[in-house]
């Protein structure tokens, strides 16, 4: 990687679902110039998703990008190379697995285990086709790699660790499922204490996916312990990102981008925070927000500083 240009954040790290790609997942050739722009500049682009890395990295591979780029997958809880090589696995302890199951009986048609493999058995859940009828895009991009398991507590039989739980449906239906897991009893408690519960809602298509990650697991937390890793301070990191389980990421890092298709809730924090807002993710939002940032500290190396769009956030969440 060649030598970061002074005044450039040392990492971007960036989202896919929303902010990379457009709403048919597609990367468009504008962003990808903008990510290999930064990479020429000296910048260690860094990708974090809700997805698996599998999944991920096929979307990704056509950048070319090199075999030691990072990818954080599952929300945080897998951190691995390009080119395959584990740098962080968090997993959800088996007792916690079957807590969740317990607590999310009546979501059991949505709920699925995501396991860190590869092929059938990497996402398991109890019936495909309840699944499909929620999610049916997603089951048919993931079909290869489902399992069904009945009941879904035999899925642990083995002893091997999930990394992500997740369930899945309308904004309404996820409300309720919410409720559940927020619920004032002593189990709902207890499962609070050793889980954590990210979001992610589309209100256009009426869909909303809760994912339950190992305790303290986020893309924020795997973030800051890359970081570290790197040496690298949070002033020195850039994020973008466009929904609510990039919020921890986005509060972590110096500076933070949100997307413009980002839900209200998002936007208020971003507004609350003076965190920067870019275009729309259909009309490649992200790559003008990288490009900004390209050209504005290219600026200010020459010395000619002028107003910065992209502030510190004021407060940083703990991941």
């Not at 369930?167 to 239906?173: K, N, Q, R, S, V």
């Amino acid at each position: 990687m060649p030598p970061c240009q002074p005044g450039c954040p040392r990492i971007l790290a960036c989202d896919l679902d929303g902010t990379l790609l457009n709403g048919k997942g597609v990367l468009t050739e504008a962003t990808a110039a903008a990510l290999r722009k930064a990479v020429a500049s000296g910048v260690e682009v860094v990708f974090a998703t809700g997805r698996r890395h599998s999944f991920a990295w096929t979307m990704l591979a056509p950048l070319g990008l090199d075999p030691e780029t990072v990818l954080i997958s599952s929300n945080g809880a897998i951190s691995r190379t390009f080119g395959g090589r584990p740098l962080d696995c968090i997993g959800m302890p088996v007792e916690t697995a079957l807590q969740v199951c317990h607590q999310l009986n009546d979501f059991r048609d949505s709920l699925v285990f995501t396991f860190d493999r590869t092929g059938p058995g990497a996402l398991v859940v109890e019936n495909i086709a309840a699944l499909q009828a929620r999610l049916s895009r997603w089951v048919e991009s993931n079909l290869h790699e489902l399992e069904a398991v009945l009941p879904l507590e035999r899925a642990f039989a083995g002893g091997e660790e999930p990394v992500q739980a997740m369930i899945c449906g309308t904004l309404a239906a996820m409300n309720k499922g919410l409720a559940v897991l927020d619920a004032a009893t002593e189990q709902a408690e207890n499962l609070r204490k050793i889980i954590s519960i990210h979001r992610t809602e589309y209100p256009a298509r009426d869909l909303s996916i809760v994912d339950l990650m190992p305790n303290g697991c986020s893309k924020g937390s795997a973030l800051a312990r890359l970081a570290a890793n790197r040496g690298v301070d949070a002033a020195d990191i850039m994020a973008i990102g466009d929904n609510m389980n990039d919020a921890e990421m986005l509060a972590y890092a110096g500076r933070a981008v949100v997307m413009e298709n980002s839900p209200e809730e998002l936007l208020g924090m971003a507004a609350a925070n003076s965190w920067s807002v870019t275009g729309s993710n259909e009309f490649d939002g992200a790559a003008r927000a990288i490009l900004r940032m390209l050209e504005e500290d290219s600026r200010s190396d020459r010395g000619r500083r002028g107003d910065r769009p992209l502030r510190l956030p004021t407060e940083c969440l703990e991941g």
